[in-house]
Every structure is written in structure tokens, then in C-alpha cells.
């Protein structure tokens, strides 16, 4: 038996950890948290100092028992959890939950996982930090309060199966009034005038007027001047100028960077920098720091001056902006500075490319630029054109590394030709363009993450579930939109002569965006109207400021709960009694046929159109809006229209064919046959013929390509690419097989290939008990019964249970069929 027990909150971790310790240590996994509040009741009590009641899930029993049995036989146990709040509280509750002798029981972090690191922490062992744990206690027992206090008013006042949080709802807060900015701006146009030049050389370059025109007849007034006008350069200035690096990067800032470069979602970035980690390939990927250890430091000055010589090379310090940062020790970095890519997984490796990249970067030369400002003076008039150009005189870090932006105006300069002052220049064009001022845009993933670290909201762990979340809850929404044209006007002067031509634009896409639904706008109004303390931001901010206050000691965490328990508790029970039910709901007039109501507010189903009111003696009508419109935007028409729905538009093949939608949006029904709608597709422009062509289309797709063992095989695609459907089975075609024309032999290879895969998948099959047990994803197992599924954790070996024992998890944890009682039915 090891002498040593070391317990990480990982399996990879422990993996990872294990090759670099020898045969007297074992390395064992708590699966993360093994203690938290319980899930079906408060588990805080708010008359005893906010004291959490901590309970073991029924999934982490076993592995509680494990991890105990193997304490009690080693002579030391080292919590090696990861070194910020969580992983501290990870520490704390197996300390308490394992009932660990203090004089054996031994507390080491590092925020890497390679030999060096892992014996460094060996040799300098600490204790539990309390004050780290109270910090992560504070945030989870307010979050707990906030989100158990006040869901229960969203379902009673608005909507059941709603939920608020401190973080989360803020995060709604600064889309939906994005949205509102964006949805009540004006554009303003006005005429921005450019210019293309060539010198005698006949190299052109480009300039521009700084000012701009309100009117197209100022703007054409200005060509006109400009009319047999001769040109020279009146001005001609060179400064040199650098470009620094931007510094290694801390969570938030990979998460913005994998985004704009890498198209990856914050989540995405978490769970891949987790595992670059966990192999030891990175250091610890939740921090707020920018330092990098002096080790890190000289490993990077070796590599550049290795590969680009001294002169790129060029060490700095950087300073973290973030209040919170002491808890952090390091930025984002390769462990091994020597290693420029990695063999693992395509994503992992491009992640791993970018932090190696920038962390090299943060210690190479500035890029020495020369930039010019030109002025080009016309006779007929005073006004000066403008250009800018930007040589680059030594790359610097630009050689490995640029900074994206989220700017999506930034000009970029460019190159000029040889010019001298007082030298002639010719004008190819000089236009004059219509622009119109744009709104704010909508936030992206990485944007959003940028204003909560701005505003001080949240830190490095809390981004990623909180965007998730917002998404998860149908608050928030990727947009779709691709945009709607616009007309503009483009006068140009060339020859002497001025044309005018019209042009068009795309604009208001919101494509890829973070935009707000009816239900995230209706609950973000309810809680800024009764609880605007909670979504204030200087509040949120405000509460982070504590929790790092606890953290380092200087706050008593029980008294912020006191602190703030006293003013949200009796709002939350005054809101509850004396608030009227929130809908949304917008009056939009009268419908000209009945004379009633015309609104719309948010169903128990989505948003929706009404016509009437309860008060009305004959009921109210009642229809769906489409998935591209909003209660917040639809006109009085548009709603009006929905009423027209469902819409039958003739027989074919003796059966009805008709338009509606439904929950899952605009189709074509035939007989009893549903045909969605194309994306974008108008339902009140589908005719008879468009009908017909798509039910025409359903048919062929669903069309049998192939017979196998007596059974049809049909193809379509879905939401995981195309597949193949067989005796009920659906199978995934991958890229090695052409879809378009698959053979009998590939559909006979891909049948077999999934029949194999279903069978070695089986771990016990009681055929006459209907109950099996089959492996799942990431080493885990299920447990199915008819439409019961529960999941094992990675922990319980599912080859050794028995019938008994698997008839005794679903009993436990099956979900109970749900009962009115007697009392609540007369009621």
C-alpha cells in the first residue's frame, strides 16, 4: 500500500500527476466537489450566521467511501486541488467529508502540472486557507440566496421554470438595453468624401476629407469644386513610431482572443484550456494575473533569441489591472516554452498555438513603424486631403504575434508611394459617399466577457457557466439575422465629370450575436423594477470587491450575508405579495373585424398574438408569433396577419394543404405530414406551387434508398450532420462516405459498423426485466429502463452490479411520477 495518498479533483489530473511521483504515492480523483448545498431545499440557515448545510450527492457516496478507506491507510494525505477559491473549498470539504487527521494531512498548489512544479509543491506544503474558503462559502451562499429567493417570484409572477442570478441576470441586463440602444437609434447620413491620386510614377495611393457633408447638394457643390482642379502635396510629415505587445494572457483574455481568432465559444475555450492543463501542457488557466515567473521569463528569452536572434528579443514585466488578482499567481502559459505545437487534438493544439504565441510575443522587441501624414491642397479650394501611411521598419513581435480587435471599423493604413512636398499629384476619383451612423453593437461572447471584466462583475470562473447559462434559460439567443438591404447614394468625379449612382448595403445583421428573447427582456424589466438593487452593476461589481476582501482576511464573510440578507429578504417578500403578474404584454389596437383587443404578451408557450380579453364574454383568440418576430417589435399588421393562420391553400393527392406555425415554427401541413419551412422563408408568401415543391422535396428525401435484411433504409440530415435511417435506428455518415451517393456496400458497412458499436456498447441486458446497462461518453455508464435513463458516475464499475443492485438505483433515483394530492384537487 502507497504511504501516500494524493487526492486531485480530476482523472486526468491525476493521470497526468502520477507519472511524475514515484511508487509510494497514489494519485486518486474527487471528481471535483464531493460536498455542496443540496439541491431540493435552501441549505442555508438564515437565523444561525448563514451556516451552509453541506450534503454528499448520492453520485459521490462511493467515491467519498473510496477516498476514505485509502486515507485511513496512508501515512500522509496531500490535497493538491487547484489553487484558487473553489479548488481550496475542494480541499476543505475532503478534509471535513474524509474526517482527515490534521498532523497527517498536508495542503499543496501549483499552477502547473509538470515534475518541477509538482515537487516544488511537494517540499513546501501549506495548510488550509480559510479565508480562501470563506470567500468561495460568501459567493456560493449569496448566489444560492439570490437564486432561491427570487426564482420562486418569476414563476409565481411571470412564467414557472424560470430562474435569476447575481451574475446571470446583470449579464441579461447589459444585452437587453444593448438591444433597446440599438432598436430606438437613429441613423444619421452624411457624405464622407475619399480620393484616389497617382504621382508621376504612376503608383496610386488614397485620401480622404477629414470633415463630411450633411447634404448630397454640399457634397456635390465640394465635387464641383474640385472640377479641372490641378493637386500637390502641401504637407508632408514622418514620425517614427512602436507597437508593443499585448501581455500573456489571463482568462478573460484568452476568452476573447479564441473567439475573435479561433471562432471558439467562451465554453468551448474553458473546456479545451482544461485539458491542455490537466496534460500538463499549460499552466493554470484561471487567473487574472499577467506576471510571468522569472523561469518563464528566461525560457522565453532563450527560444526567441534561438530563433529570431537577440534583437527580438526584449523581457518585460507586465501589471495586473484586476483588484482580484492576488489569488493568481501566473498568466496563461506554455509549461514548456521549447515546445512550439503540440500532437494532441486539432482544437486543443490550435489553443495551445495562440497562448504559446502570445506568450512569446509578450517578451520580444517593439515593431518600429515609420508613419507619414500627408496633406494634398487643390487651387480651387482651402480644404486639404488626407493620407496616412504606416512602414514597417523592424517586425518586432509581429513576426510571431498580433492582437486581434473587436473594432469592426478600424481602419488599417497602408502603404504610400515615394512623395516629396510641392510635387503634383493627379486625381483618378474623388467620390463622395452617403454614410450613415451606426448603432452600438450587439455583444459577442468575447465582448460580453470584456464589459464584465470592465465593470468589475464576476471573475475568470464565472464567465463561461454564466454565458452558458444566460443561453441555457432562453434569456439570450445567437442571432440569425443576416441583415436587410439598404439604399445609398455614391456621386463620383472622374474626368471632369460627376456621376450618381445608387447603391445598396447590408445592415442590422445580427448574425452570431448575444441578442435578447421576449422572455429574457420581460424578466430582466421585472427585476430591475423590484429588485434594482441586485441588478445594479456598481452593486454586483461592489460584491466582488468583498469576496476578495474575504479572500485576503480583511472581511468577515457572515457579516456581508447580514449585511445584505436584511434589505433583499423583505423586498423579496413585499415584491411577492404586492406585484402584478408581468407578461409584457403591448396593446397595438383594435382589430377591425370583432372590435376587440389587439395585443400581444408572453403564453405559457412563447410569445404570442391576442385578440380580447378575459373580461370579454366569448373567449379570446389566441395565436403564435414567428420565430423571427419579437413582442417588442411586432406592428399592428404583422400581428393581425397571424390570425389568418392556419391557411389552407388547396388539395393535393386528396388531402389538405395548409400553412401555420407551431412551437417549432413556420411548416406546410399535408394530410399528416409536416414540411418546415425553409430558414427566412415568409409563411404569408407560400403559395400553392411552393407548398407542392417542398412536400415534393420531404417526399424524395424520405424516399427509400436501399433495402437491408428485409428492412427500408432512408437518408436525411439533422443536427449532427447527414445520416441513414434503419429499423428504427438513426446512423451518422461521416466524410469518409460520399452522401450524395452511397452504395449498397457502404450502407450495408455503416449498418453493421453501428449494430457492432450497439452491441459492444452493452454491459448487462435483462431482456425480461427490460433493463440493461450500457457504457456512455467519457467512461461513464447508463442504467435504461423503457424511457428511464440514469446516468452512473465515472467511478462505479457497472460490469460488477447485479441485477438487485441495479433494480435498487432506478427505485432510488428514478423520477417519481408526479400527484395532486386530494387537498390541492379541491382547492
Known amino acids: 500500500m502507497a504511504k501516500n495518498l494524493v487526492i486531485v479533483e480530476s482523472p486526468a489530473k491525476a493521470k497526468t500527476i502520477e507519472k511524475f511521483l514515484g511508487k509510494d504515492f497514489k494519485v486518486e480523483s474527487s471528481f471535483g466537489h464531493i460536498a455542496d448545498l443540496p439541491s431540493r431545499e435552501l441549505g442555508v440557515n438564515v437565523d444561525a450566521d448563514f451556516k451552509p448545510k ?85 459567493r456560493r451562499v449569496l448566489d444560492r440566496l439570490v437564486g432561491y429567493e427570487l426564482s420562486p417570484v418569476l414563476w409565481k409572477k411571470i412564467k414557472t421554470g424560470l430562474s435569476a442570478g447575481r451574475v446571470q441576470s446583470v449579464s441579461v441586463r447589459l444585452i437587453v438595453e444593448r438591444e433597446r440602444e440599438i432598436k430606438s437609434f437613429e441613423p444619421v447620413a452624411s457624405f464622407k468624401i475619399t480620393a484616389e491620386f497617382r504621382n508621376d510614377d504612376g503608383k496610386t495611393f488614397k485620401a480622404r476629407l477629414s470633415n463630411s457633408f450633411d447634404t448630397k447638394e454640399e457634397a456635390m457643390a465640394f465635387l464641383n469644386k474640385n472640377t479641372g482642379g490641378e493637386f500637390h502635396i502641401a504637407d508632408l510629415d514622418t514620425k517614427p513610431a512602436k507597437k508593443s505587445p499585448a501581455p500573456p494572457f489571463t482568462t478573460s483574455t484568452l ?49 526567441i533569441e534561438s530563433y529570431y536572434g537577440k534583437e527580438y528579443s526584449q523581457t518585460r514585466n507586465f501589471q495586473s489591472k484586476s483588484k482580484g488578482a492576488q489569488e493568481a499567481h501566473e498568466a496563461i502559459r506554455p509549461t514548456d516554452m521549447s515546445a512550439h505545437s503540440v500532437s494532441i487534438d486539432r482544437d486543443q493544439a490550435r489553443l495551445y498555438d495562440l497562448i504559446w504565441k ?125 441583415g436587410e438591404e439598404r439604399k445609398y447614394v455614391q456621386l463620383t468625379l472622374a474626368g471632369n465629370v460627376v456621376k450618381e449612382e445608387v447603391l445598396s448595403e447590408m445592415v442590422g445583421s445580427d448574425k452570431g450575436k448575444l441578442v435578447p428573447t421576449d422572455i429574457g427582456t420581460i424578466v430582466n424589466d421585472f427585476l430591475v423594477n423590484h429588485f434594482a438593487g441586485i441588478l445594479d452593476y456598481n452593486f454586483t461589481a461592489k460584491v466582488e470587491e468583498d469576496f476578495d476582501n474575504i479572500a485576503s482576511g480583511e472581511e468577515d464573510w457572515t457579516k456581508m450575508m447580514k449585511d445584505f440578507y436584511k434589505d433583499f429578504h423583505p423586498n423579496v417578500l413585499d415584491v411577492e405579495e404586492n406585484a402584478e403578474r408581468e407578461s409584457g404584454e403591448r396593446v397595438l389596437g383594435t382589430d377591425p373585424e370583432s372590435g376587440k383587443q389587439l395585443s400581444v404578451r408572453l403564453g405559457r408557450f412563447g410569445p404570442m398574438a391576442q385578440i380580447g380579453t378575459a ?4 373567449k379570446p383568440r389566441f395565436a403564435s408569433l414567428l420565430p423571427d418576430q419579437s413582442i417588442d417589435t411586432i406592428t399592428f399588421e404583422e400581428a393581425l396577419d397571424l390570425f389568418k393562420l392556419p391557411r389552407k391553400l388547396g388539395t393535393y393527392e386528396g388531402e389538405d394543404v395548409e400553412v401555420n406555425v407551431g412551437r417549432f415554427g413556420p411548416y406546410v401541413r399535408f394530410g399528416k405530414s409536416f414540411v418546415s419551412l425553409a430558414k427566412g422563408e415568409d409563411i404569408f408568401d407560400v403559395n400553392m406551387d411552393r407548398a407542392v415543391e417542398l412536400i415534393k422535396a420531404k417526399a424524395k428525401a424520405e424516399a427509400p ?36 451517393d452511397l452504395s449498397n456496400d457502404d450502407i450495408a458497412e455503416l449498418i453493421e459498423d453501428k449494430l457492432k458499436k450497439e452491441r459492444e456498447k452493452i454491459i448487462h441486458n435483462w431482456e425480461e426485466e427490460g433493463i440493461r446497462v450500457e457504457k456512455a461518453r467519457w467512461g461513464r455508464s447508463n442504467i435504461i429502463k423503457g424511457k428511464t435513463k440514469i446516468e452512473l458516475s465515472k467511478d462505479v464499475d457497472a460490469s460488477k452490479l447485479n441485477l438487485e443492485q441495479v433494480k435498487e438505483i432506478l427505485e432510488k433515483q428514478a423520477p417519481k411520477k408526479k400527484t395532486r394530492s386530494k387537498a390541492k384537487a379541491k382547492k
Open 705 to 740: 434508398i436501399a433495402t437491408y435484411k428485409g428492412e427500408e433504409v432512408t437518408k436525411g440530415k439533422g443536427r449532427f450532420g447527414p445520416f441513414i435511417k434503419w429499423n428504427g435506428m438513426f446512423i451518422n455518415v461521416n466524410k469518409k462516405y460520399d452522401f450524395d
Open 255 to 303: 476568452q476573447q482572443e479564441a473567439s475573435r481568432k479561433l471562432y471558439f465559444s467562451v465554453s468551448k475555450t474553458m473546456t479545451l484550456a482544461q485539458r491542455l492543463y490537466e496534460a500538463g501542457l499549460i499552466t493554470y488557466m484561471r487567473t487574472d494575473s499577467v506576471n510571468l515567473s522569472p523561469e518563464a521569463i528566461g525560457a522565453a528569452k532563450k527560444e
Open 615 to 618: 373580461d370579454d364574454e366569448e
Open 358 to 482: 502570445r506568450t512569446l510575443a509578450s517578451q520580444m522587441s517593439d515593431a518600429q513603424l515609420e508613419r507619414t501624414s500627408v496633406k494634398i491642397a487643390c487651387n480651387n479650394h482651402s480644404e486639404h486631403f488626407l493620407a496616412n501611411g504606416e512602414v514597417l521598419k523592424f517586425d518586432g513581435f509581429l513576426k510571431v504575434y498580433l492582437e486581434g480587435t473587436d473594432d469592426e471599423d478600424e481602419e488599417q493604413s497602408g502603404m504610400l508611394p515615394e512623395l516629396r512636398v510641392n510635387e503634383e499629384v493627379f486625381s483618378n476619383y474623388i467620390s463622395a459617399t452617403q454614410r450613415f451612423t451606426r448603432p452600438p453593437y450587439r455583444y459577442t461572447e468575447a465582448s460580453l466577457v470584456k464589459k464584465l471584466e470592465e465593470l468589475g462583475i464576476g471573475r475568470p470562473s464565472t464567465y463561461a457557466p454564466t454565458i452558458s447559462t444566460i443561453q441555457n434559460r432562453g434569456y439570450v439567443e445567437r442571432g440569425t439575422i443576416e
Open 54 to 138: 453541506y450534503v454528499v450527492s448520492s453520485d459521490k457516496k462511493a467515491v467519498v467511501k473510496k477516498l476514505k478507506d485509502l486515507a485511513k491507510k496512508a501515512e500522509t494525505v496531500w490535497l493538491a486541488s487547484d489553487e484558487d477559491r473553489e479548488g481550496e473549498a475542494i480541499a476543505w470539504h475532503l478534509a471535513e467529508e474524509l474526517k482527515l487527521d490534521k498532523d497527517k494531512t498536508k495542503r499543496i498548489v501549483f499552477n502547473s502540472i509538470t515534475k518541477n512544479a509538482i515537487q516544488k509543491a511537494i517540499d513546501n506544503p501549506r495548510n488550509i486557507d480559510y479565508n480562501l474558503v470563506n470567500a468561495q462559502q460568501a
